[in-house]
Structures are given as structure tokens and as C-alpha cells.
């Protein structure tokens, strides 16, 4: 089930809580001593930083799988670690990660620490709107990022309502053959028994990606049964066609990007595992190098806007997902469920 270690950081004492929960899922995450140290390494300095340089923030950790085939081979998860921050921001983010940089009276090495650890680093700041730090650490010798392909790839950010222990928003990214599959569901209700229902929607994607979205989502209707059910959007691009297959039922928000212009992708009302509509409606898009799409739960205000940062192909999906909770959100007006954002991006050609 979707465990998300969100650890506010307003005070020296919550640094320590910081490492322990790198840690902890550290250990989820199956990575070995050494990686574990490095993880909880890397928090720390994010952590710190959060208390330097923003008079605090949030940090969010969890093990982020990456897609597999669809006959149920896994691989090692690796430790999603985001920093986020309404503060000030880094008016030279290049200068910052440069060893010896600092404007904290420190030895100014903690970004550049993160950057060398890190098997993926992406840092993002806004002057004025605050600054995303993201971070992944992976066992030793996996791959550097839960990417399927070189067409695309997807990260998101999952924040459970209140602090809780589980968030009962979780998303997936699968693979079968020519078939690449985003699909976010959100359980009804909170908690555990909400998380419950969103892990079935998980598993059972993982086990059938070679589906096409219409049956996919029948398939995860009869999986939810006896579960609360869930609010389920399934995105899936053919990377041979170049489409992009969305179909949606619930309350799961759903945008796509093509060059400067916004469009919304509708789903249907029901509850998958407790009432699925008669029809299911495929819509088809053409995906090309200029799109991007977001599937967000209800945690996220339906009308949040787009900033240009949102824009960037080079960005790191799950920091495009950060950035836009960020911007929906304050410190005072924190989000108002489990959030979850998913972003899927064509893969710039500087990362493979």
C-alpha cells in the first residue's frame, strides 16, 4: 500500500525525523547498507537546506517502482525523496550547486553532495515562489530511473491527507510490449481501507499493461470488488502509433498539454468496483514531442494553472507534479485530501 513519509520541517528537531524515515523506507525500498547511509545522507542535506535557505518546508519520501512487463517480473524500487518550499527561492541555481557555494555562512555543500549521491537530482526554484529539490536513490547497479522506454517517461508526488500513515491516492506506470500505461486511482475515503482499494488498482495494472484502456478498466472493476472501490483514470500511449488512449471514471482530473494550448480529458461517473457505467468512452489524442499530461485526484483544486515551468520537457516529471501542488497550495492553506499527481512527459533526448 501507498506509504508516504511526509515530514514537515519547521525546526532543527524534525532534520532527525527527516533521516529516520529515509530510512525506514530505505529499507522498503530493499536497498543495502551502503545506499541506505546515502539516502539518509541526502534527506539530511535537503532537510537542512529547507531550514537555511526557506524558513522551512516538507519533505515527502517514498519507494517509487518502476514500470515492468506485464507478466509481473519486478524491479528493485528505488527512494523518491522531494523538498519543497514556499520560500524565497535560489536566484542562481547553477551557482548553487557548486561546491563552496553559499549564502548560509555553511562549507555550502550540500546541493552539490545531493547532485553526486543522487542517481537522479533535478532542482527547480522560482525567486519569490519557493524551490523543489528531488532526489532518487537506487539499489546499487538498477537502472537510473523508473522510465520504461526512451518515448516517454512518468513520475508523480503522493501526499497523504493530515500526515497520515497511508494515502489512499496510488499510481502506476506499466509496461507490455508497445503499450506504456499511467493509470491513477483514488480510493474512496481515507486511510488504510482507502489505500486498500488504490494498491488492488496498482496490482492489477501491473499484471494486465497489455490491455487497451476500455478493458483495463473492466478488468480493475471486478479486481476492486469487495474493496471500498476507487475513483480510476487509465492513460496509455502506443509508442508504435504515436496515440495516446485515456478513459476515466470517477473523479480523477486529467489535462493534456500540446505546445502552448491546455485541453481537459473527461472521465465518467461511478466508482470502479461498485458502479461502472454501461459505456466507456476512449478518447484518442495524438502524442508528440511538444505534449504533457497530468492526472491529479481531487486533492488538487480542479482549477489550478499552469505555470511555464510545467512547460519544460527537460524537467523531471515528478518535480513538474511537486511544482504544480506546490503553486495550488500554501503553508496556510495546506492541501485538503490524499493529493496525488502523476505527470508523463515525451523523454528529452539528454535522458535516456
Not at 21 to 38: K, N, P
Not at 85 to 104: E, K, N
Not at 137 to 145: F, K, N, S, V
Not at 174 to 180: I, N
Request: charged residues 20%; glycine residues 10%; proline residues 7%.
Amino acid at each position: 500500500m501507498p506509504r508516504v513519509r511526509e515530514v514537515p520541517v519547521h525546526d532543527s528537531t524534525r532534520v532527525r525525523d527527516v533521516r529516520v524515515a529515509a530510512e525506514a523506507v530505505a529499507g522498503l525500498a530493499g536497498l543495502d547498507e551502503d545506499r541506505t547511509a546515502e539516502a539518509a545522507l541526502v534527506a539530511t542535506e535537503l532537510a537542512t537546506n529547507l531550514l537555511k535557505h526557506a524558513s522551512g518546508g516538507r519533505v515527502l519520501l517514498e519507494a517509487v517502482s518502476p514500470a515492468v512487463p506485464a507478466h509481473g517480473d519486478t524491479e528493485a524500487a528505488v527512494v523518491q525523496i522531494l523538498a519543497v518550499d514556499h520560500g524565497p527561492g535560489i536566484a542562481d541555481v547553477a551557482a548553487a550547486l557548486r561546491d563552496g557555494h553559499s549564502t548560509a555562512a555553511s562549507l555550502g555543500a550540500g546541493l552539490g553532495t545531493c547532485l553526486r549521491t543522487a542517481d537522479d537530482f533535478d532542482l527547480h526554484s522560482t525567486p519569490g515562489r519557493g524551490t523543489i529539490a528531488l532526489a532518487r536513490i537506487a539499489p546499487r547497479g538498477a537502472p537510473r530511473h523508473p522510465r520504461a522506454s526512451g518515448t516517454a517517461w512518468a513520475g508523480g508526488i503522493n501526499i497523504p491527507f493530515a500526515g497520515a500513515e497511508f494515502s489512499g491516492d496510488a499510481w502506476a506506470w506499466a509496461r507490455s510490449g508497445d503499450r506504456l500505461t499511467l493509470m491513477l486511482a483514488d480510493g474512496l475515503g481515507h486511510g488504510e481501507h482507502a489505500a486498500r482499494a488504490s494498491s488492488a488498482a496498482v496490482t492489477e495494472v501491473r499484471r494486465r499493461a497489455d490491455l487497451p484502456v476500455d478493458r483495463l478498466l473492466r478488468t480493475l472493476h471486478e479486481a476492486l470488488r469487495g474493496t471500498r472501490g476507487a475513483a480510476v483514470a487509465v492513460a496509455q500511449l502506443d509508442t508504435a502509433t504515436g496515440r495516446l488512449s485515456f478513459s476515466g471514471v470517477g473523479n480523477i482530473g486529467a489535462r493534456l498539454r500540446r505546445g502552448d494550448r491546455w485541453r481537459p480529458l473527461l472521465s465518467r461517473p461511478g466508482i470502479v468496483g461498485a458502479h461502472l457505467p454501461a459505456t466507456l468512452p476512449c478518447q484518442v489524442e495524438e502524442w508528440t514531442d511538444d505534449c504533457l499530461l497530468v492526472l491529479h485526484s481531487d486533492g488538487l483544486p480542479s482549477r489550478w494553472s499552469a505555470d511555464p515551468f510545467h512547460h519544460d520537457p527537460a524537467r523531471d516529471p515528478a518535480a513538474v507534479a511537486a511544482a504544480i501542488v506546490r503553486d495550488a497550495s500554501s503553508p496556510a492553506r495546506p492541501v485538503r485530501d490524499d493529493t496525488a499527481v502523476v505527470v508523463l512527459t515525451p523523454t528529452p533526448p539528454d535522458r535516456p
